[in-house]
C-alpha cells in the first residue's frame, strides 16, 4: 500500500491498510496501528473516536479509492492496460513487502465479524470490490465485450488476482500472479475482439 505523507489522519488510515493487509483485520490493534503510522495514540481515538471497525472502514476505502484512481488512469487506455495495472500494482504490493503484504479489503472480506450485524468495514469491502469490477466491466464493454460478458470477465479477475495475491503470499513467489496475468490478458483479448 502507499503510504500517505499527508495529515496524521491520512497516515494512520494507510498504516492501517498496510497493517490489515499484512496480519488481517483481528490480528491488527489500533495501538498498533498508531505505532506503525508514527501517530500518538491518543490522536488515533480523536481521529477514529468509533474504534477499530471505523477505522477498518476507513482503510478499505482508502485502498479502494486509490486502486480505483490506477485502474481509471490505465482503463482510458483501454481493458488490456487496466488489467496490467491492476496486475502490476498487486504484483509490487506482494514484492516490495517480501511476499507479507495482500489486500486489505479481501483481509476484512475473509475474517469472521465479531456480531451478527455486517460490520461497516465488510459492507465497505463488498462496495469496494463492485467498483473494481464496474470499472473494469465497462472498459469491456466500451471496447466491445458483450454487456454479460464483460461483467462476467471484471468478475473473475478481481477474483483471479485477490486469490493469485494470497496463493503469491503462500508460496513465496509471484508464479501464481504471473500465470494468472497471462491468462486473463489472454481471455480479455478474446473478449474484446483483438
Avoid at 480505483?68 to 516490495?96: C, M, N
Avoid at 513487502?97 to 469491502?125: H, K, M, N, Q, Y
Avoid at 470499472?135 to 470477465?153: C, F
Wanted: neutral net charge; hydrophobic residues 45%; charged residues 20%.
Amino acid at each position: 500500500m502507499p503510504k500517505s505523507s499527508g495529515s496524521a489522519r491520512e497516515r494512520i488510515v494507510a498504516g492501517a491498510a498496510d497493517m490489515i493487509g499484512r496480519r488481517g483485520l483481528n490480528a491488527t490493534s489500533i495501538r498498533d496501528t498508531a505505532k506503525h503510522a508514527r501517530a500518538p495514540l491518543g490522536s488515533t481515538y480523536h481521529y477514529f473516536p468509533e474504534g477499530k471497525q471505523q477505522l477498518a472502514t476507513e482503510a478499505v476505502r482508502y485502498t479502494g479509492a486509490w486502486t480505483a484512481r490506477v485502474l481509471r488512469e490505465e482503463l482510458a487506455a483501454g481493458p488490456v492496460a487496466g488489467l496490467q495495472a491492476f496486475l502490476a500494482l498487486w504484483r509490487k504490493i506482494v514484492v516490495d513487502s517480501d511476499f507479507r503484504a495482500g489486500c486489505p479489503v479481501l483481509a476484512v472480506s475473509i475474517e469472521e465479524p465479531a456480531t451478527d450485524e455486517t460490520p461497516a468495514a465488510l459492507a465497505a469491502a463488498a462496495d469496494v470490490f463492485t467498483e473494481w469490477e464496474r470499472l473494469l466491466a465497462d472498459s469491456l464493454h466500451a471496447h466491445g465485450a458483450e454487456p454479460k460478458q464483460a461483467t462476467q470477465i471484471a468478475t473473475l479477475v478481481v477474483a483471479a488476482v485477490e486469490g493469485t495475491v494470497a496463493m503469491c503470499r503462500a508460496q513465496r513467489t509471484t508464479r501464481p500472479l504471473d500465470d494468472t496475468a497471462e491468462q486473463l490478458r489472454a481471455l480479455v483479448l478474446a473478449a474484446i475482439g483483438q
